[in-house]
């Protein structure tokens, strides 16, 4: 097979986009900010108040050219970097691919950042987590109905899943969680969708001991079909969504989720009225504070 080169351009305006195949791009949160992430999930009908990232810098980025997993833009939140590693950096030595960007050529693609856990997930799963990547956002909806599309994959899928290694992940709207199995009360995860779990919702990029053998542009060894979170909310109040992902028992081997461009919207409840207050889709008035993730609204 022949050998991946992963260049790295300096594109207009300072920004580091990572290449691997022909296409695809991918921004880490070294270049931009949390309040770009927000911008690029929320869709109509979707007023975004205040936002938060928790985790290293190189966990979370917005991409593009994933047309292979049903996701073809949006926002990446991993447990392992988003982009590849600078063999200059003194700063990379932690990690050394891009968990998203294809084509897969590892089976092990790790990134042991050292970082915390979740508190949330280790409660959710009973599991001690690590290098979790965290991302909250206060919004109002303008109808009663949420939805978030996404997309969750993993290094687990070849062979760790079935040792009981499943690293952990969430979507929760005001503290319920709601990234489920269709149809179940079981949460998505290599143990609850793969080959023999669900098949219908997994997509395998692999064979046994090689991972060119895979038909998906994507370093992921396995992901899900596009899902959708769905919640039910009180129209024109904040709402809050806590998307979190980790590696679970050890630091190795990433998972990561593929949150889809404008893919948080706000809609009618089946029979419901207008719903209240939520705003017209546009922007509150706000500002970021400077040496913080997280953005908060201007005073009025």
């Known amino acids: 097979m022949a050998t991946t080169v992963v260049t790295v351009l300096i594109a207009a305006g300072g920004a580091t986009v990572a290449h691997a195949s022909p296409g695809q791009t991918v921004v880490s949160l ?11 999930i929320a869709g109509r009908n979707i007023d975004v108040r205040e936002v938060e990232f928790t985790g290293n810098d190189v966990q979370a980025g917005r991409f593009g050219g994933l047309e292979a997993t049903g996701i ?16 200059q950096s003194p700063e990379d030595v932690d990690f050394t691919r891009s968990s998203i960007l294809g084509p897969n050529v590892s089976l092990t693609t790790t990134g042991d950042l050292g970082g915390e856990g979740s508190a949330e997930l280790d409660e959710l799963f009973g599991s001690t987590t690590y290098d979790a990547a965290v991302l909250t956002m206060k919004v109002v909806p303008r109808h009663a109905k949420l939805k978030l599309r996404y997309v969750f994959g993993s290094e687990e899928y070849a062979g760790w899943a079935e040792r009981d290694y499943t690293d952990s992940f969430a979507i929760m709207v005001n503290g319920e969680p ?18 023999t779990t669900h098949s219908e919702e997994y997509v395998q ?16 060894n396995g992901f899900t079909q596009e899902l959708t979170c ?11 969504i806590t998307i979190a992902i980790a590696d679970t028992r050890d630091g190795q081997l990433d998972s990561t ?26 922007k509150p008035t706000g500002h970021w504070g400077h040496g913080h993730w997280g953005w908060h609204p201007r005073a009025v």
């Open 30 to 40: 070294r270049q931009i900010d949390a309040e770009a992430l927000a911008d690029n």
């Open 72 to 87: 073809a833009r949006g926002v990446a939140l991993t447990s392992g970097s988003v982009i590849p590693s600078d063999p």
């Open 178 to 195: 709601c990234s489920h199995v269709p149809g179940t009360t079981d949460l998505v995860s290599t143990s609850t969708i793969n080959e």
């Open 205 to 220: 990029n692999f064979a046994p001991n090689d991972p060119g053998a895979g038909e998906h542009d994507t370093e992921l």
């Open 230 to 240: 769905e919640a039910t909310v009180r129209a024109g109040r904040v709402a809050t």
């Open 257 to 282: 989720v593929l949150l889809a461009r404008d893919g948080l919207t706000s809609e009618r409840a089946k029979g419901g009225g207008h719903g209240g207050g939520g705003g017209h889709g546009g």
